[in-house]
């Protein structure tokens, strides 16, 4: 009798396990088809910013026979156009920026070149804060000599917040067009998997002045500068996994 009762309860332990099994593996019915699915999007993102600093580059150009003569006259040309401007902006911040002597040369067909003079440029950098002196500033130089203006640029001194509120929306609208996607598709998101930053900034373009890029200057006319407005963009790039029945 023993033996049978010892029987009896491995095949009711042997039933019990085979029930479990069976109510572990799914069927064809109840099978979980939901599957994960990877989206990418990019979020992008433009804050507009009033700049506060003004960069202008001012050079003197000089033409002589003698690389002595081109040098001496752009010495004393450079020298009154640094002066002028300090003394029409005193808070100018006014540093070089270039320095050449370059012979100027004839090409002719089966000829060795010939040096016909010299050409001396100096160039110096003017940064100021006050955006509503830029014409002063270019008129100034012009009456002193100062006959090639590169242009100017306009920037901000501290950018981060700007450029952190850019980063944030192109966060924000990359995440939401991920959130679109997955509801579209009948699920949701689960998990970020990858986030890339492809940020840029535009500033300003460079603004000249017609009469200046013809080395022409109306002292009776100020430079009108419109100052306007800085764009920072941002753009982020998003991989989201998303978990669709599809």
């Known amino acids: 009798m023993k033996r049978i009762a010892v029987i009896f309860g491995l095949f009711a332990m042997l039933l019990g396990t085979i029930s479990v099994l069976q109510a572990q593996t799914p069927t064809a019915g109840n099978a979980d088809t939901r599957r994960v699915t990877r989206v990418l999007v990019t979020g992008d993102s433009i804050v507009t910013a009033q700049p506060d600093t003004a960069t202008l580059m001012i050079s003197v150009v000089t033409q ?5 003569d081109a040098q001496q ?20 911040e006014i540093k070089t920026s270039g320095y050449s002597v370059q012979p100027q040369r004839v090409y002719r067909e089966n000829q060795p070149p010939t040096i016909t003079g010299y050409e001396a440029r100096n160039t110096v950098t003017v940064t100021l804060s006050d955006l509503k002196k830029v014409g002063t500033v ?7 000599g ?22 944030s929306e ?16 009948g699920g949701r998101v689960v998990r970020i998997a990858e986030v890339q930053e492809e ?13 200046f890029a013809r080395g022409v200057a109306k002292q009776d006319v100020a430079t009108p500068i ?7 963009s941002s753009r982020v790039q998003l991989i989201a996994e998303v978990e669709t029945n599809l």
Not at 173 to 185: D, G
């Open 64 to 68: 002589a026979k003698r690389a002595i």
């Open 73 to 92: 006259e752009n010495a004393a040309k450079s020298d009154a156009v640094s002066k002028a401007v300090k003394a029409a902006i005193p808070a100018a």
């Open 138 to 144: 270019i008129d100034a130089a012009s009456q002193a």
């Open 146 to 167: 100062a006959n090639d203006i590169g242009g100017v640029m306009f920037t901000l001194k501290q950018d981060r917040p700007a450029r952190d509120q850019a980063l």
């Open 170 to 185: 192109a966060t924000r609208e990359a995440l939401s067009k991920a959130q679109v996607i997955a509801r579209a598709l």
């Open 199 to 211: 940020g840029f900034r535009q500033p300003i373009p460079i603004l000249q002045s017609e009469s």
């Open 226 to 232: 419109e100052v306007g407005s800085l764009e920072i």
